[in-house]
Antibody, heavy 122, light 111 residues
C-alpha cells in the first residue's frame, strides 16, 4: 500500500525559504521509472505542478518557478524534500506530494498525500 | 492561466450525463501525450480517476469514461449521482515546458 505524507511549517514570512518534506511508504525511489512530484493548489484555484524527482536523481522543475525551487531525495529515509526560496503571499497554497507512475498509458500521479496548507504572511 | 483549458463549471441532474472537455495544443495533447483525469472531492486531495486517456483504476465506477481526439480530451460521467459533485482536473505532459500540466479544473454540480 502506497502512502505519502507532507510535513513542514504552516506559516512562513515573506522572503523566507520554505522547506517541505514528503515521507512515503509502499514503494522505493530506487526502482526504475518511479518519481515523486510536488504539486500545489492555492485556495479555490487550480492544481499547479512544481517539481519532480526521478529514481535516478534526474530532476524537473516548473519553468516559471525553477529559479526558486530545489527538490532532493533521501532514499534511506524514504523522503523527498522541496525547498522554495523567497516566499511571497501568492505562494499561499496547499502543497501536495504525489507518486508519479510511468506506464504505457503515460505519466500520471496515482497516489497523493493529504496535502499541507502553507500560509505566507508577515 | 492554465495550459490546458477546461470549462469552469458543468451541472446536471441525477441520472443524467455530463461531459467535461480539456483542450490543449500541439505541444501537449496534440503531440500525442496521454491525458489523465483527477477527481477532487471538497476538502480532500485529488484522486486519479482516468489514466491514459480512457483507463479506469481499480475501484472507479464504469460511469466514468475518458476519450481523446486531436488536441482535446473529454471526461464523461453517466448516471450522475450526488456523490459525483466535485472538482475535476485534466493533466498531460507538455514538451515545451518539459513537465506536467493541469487544466484549470471544472466544478461539477449535481442539481
Amino acid at each position: 500500500q502506497i502512502t505519502l505524507k507532507e510535513s513542514g511549517p504552516t506559516l512562513v514570512k515573506p522572503t523566507q525559504t520554505l522547506t517541505l518534506t514528503c515521507t512515503f511508504s509502499g514503494f522505493s525511489l530506487t526502482s526504475s521509472g518511479v518519481g515523486v512530484a510536488w504539486i500545489r493548489q492555492p485556495p479555490g484555484k487550480a492544481l499547479e505542478w512544481l517539481a519532480l524527482i526521478y529514481w535516478n536523481d534526474d530532476k524537473r522543475y516548473s519553468p516559471s518557478l525553477k529559479s526558486r525551487l530545489t527538490i532532493t531525495k533521501d532514499t534511506s529515509k524514504n523522503q523527498v524534500v522541496l525547498t522554495m526560496t523567497n516566499m511571497d503571499p501568492v505562494d499561499t497554497a496547499t502543497y501536495y506530494c504525489a507518486h508519479r507512475t510511468i506506464t504505457a498509458a503515460g505519466h500520471y500521479f496515482d497516489y497523493w498525500g493529504q496535502g499541507t496548507l502553507v500560509t505566507v504572511s508577515s | 492561466q492554465s495550459v490546458l483549458t477546461q470549462p469552469p463549471s458543468v451541472s446536471g441532474a441525477p441520472g443524467q450525463t455530463v461531459t467535461i472537455s480539456c483542450t490543449g495544443s500541439g505541444s501537449n495533447i496534440g503531440a500525442g501525450y496521454d491525458v489523465h483525469w483527477y477527481q477532487q472531492l471538497p476538502g480532500t486531495a485529488p484522486k486519479l480517476l482516468i489514466y491514459g486517456n480512457s483507463n479506469r483504476p481499480s475501484g472507479v465506477p464504469d460511469r466514468f469514461s475518458g476519450s481523446k481526439s486531436g488536441t482535446s480530451a473529454s471526461l464523461a460521467i453517466t448516471g450522475l449521482q450526488a456523490e459525483d459533485e466535485a472538482d475535476y482536473y485534466c493533466q498531460s505532459y507538455d514538451s515545451s515546458l518539459r513537465g506536467s500540466v493541469f487544466g484549470g479544473g471544472t466544478k461539477l454540480t449535481v442539481l
